[in-house]
């Protein structure tokens, strides 16, 4: 069975500063890779996606994620964090072709500083 | 463009207590779930439909049952709440194809068992 490792808990970013977020999966065949967003008493909100193809992938709200198959990472990137970046991320993996049930990760916090 | 929609938001119910956790998606996907997130958890499957007319258990199925109502609906029962149960519930829909658009979830149900 598939799983999703987010090794940071929480992290820590002044605004203005780049953020990576790390995500490492296990799975035997092309995951499809997910990150999700969620804010402050909201549902999750999807930002990237990957599932094949080109392994750099844009998002929403500037947001960029790179598939590395030698490494099992889909590590998530923004260049310059504004403080409404703030939230919870969560990477996720796609389990099986045809009908998709995903695996999420336990997430990490991100808090931005002034 | 309502997409998913939960009700209700919160619900504090006394141990023994039942209570039924409404989902309905407008968007067609012939996929439901429902997920429980918890601290440091992050998100847990309960249940999903694949499709209309199929249910299966998830990873923490125990205390819970659903129904598949029709192709937009997808109901969550406790009944006989436990304290273990406090937790934030979201739905979820999705297309049942490969190389699906991930998730759309609903914005939760805080639930609370005393």
């Known amino acids: 069975a598939q799983s999703v490792t987010q090794p940071d808990i929480h992290i820590t970013v002044s605004e203005g500063a780049s953020l990576e977020l790390r995500c490492n999966y296990s799975?035997?065949?092309?995951?499809?890779l997910f990150w999700y967003v969620q804010s402050p008493g909201q549902g999750l909100q999807l930002l990237l996606k990957?599932?094949?193809?080109?392994?750099l992938v844009q998002g929403i709200k500037g947001f960029e994620a790179e598939f590395k198959r030698s490494q099992s990472s889909f590590n998530l990137r923004k260049p310059s964090v504004h403080w409404s970046d703030a939230a919870e991320y969560f990477c996720?993996?796609?389990?099986?072709?045809?009908?998709?049930?995903?695996?999420f990760g336990t997430g990490t916090r991100l808090l931005v500083s002034p | 463009n309502a997409g998913v929609t939960q009700t209700p938001k919160f619900q504090v119910l006394k141990t023994g207590q039942s209570m039924t956790l409404q989902c309905a998606q407008d968007?067609?996907?012939?996929?439901m779930y429902w997920y429980r997130q918890d601290p440091g958890m992050g998100l847990r499957l309960i249940y999903y439909?694949?499709?209309?007319?199929?249910?299966d258990k998830g990873e923490v199925p125990n205390g819970y049952n659903v129904s598949r109502l029709n192709k937009r609906e997808f109901s969550l029962r406790l009944e006989s709440a436990a304290p273990s149960q406090t937790s934030v519930y979201f739905c979820?829909?999705?297309?049942?194809?490969?190389?699906?658009?991930?998730?759309?979830f609903g914005s939760g149900t805080r639930l609370t068992v005393v």
């Open positions: 990957y599932f094949s193809g080109d392994t």
């Open positions: 439909s694949a499709s209309e007319g199929t249910t």
């Open positions: 799975y035997g065949a092309t995951p499809y």
């Open positions: 979820a829909s999705s297309e049942a194809w490969t190389g699906g658009g991930g998730y759309t």
């Open positions: 968007m067609n996907h012939n996929s």
């Open positions: 996720a993996v796609g389990e099986g072709t045809g009908f998709q049930k995903l695996v």
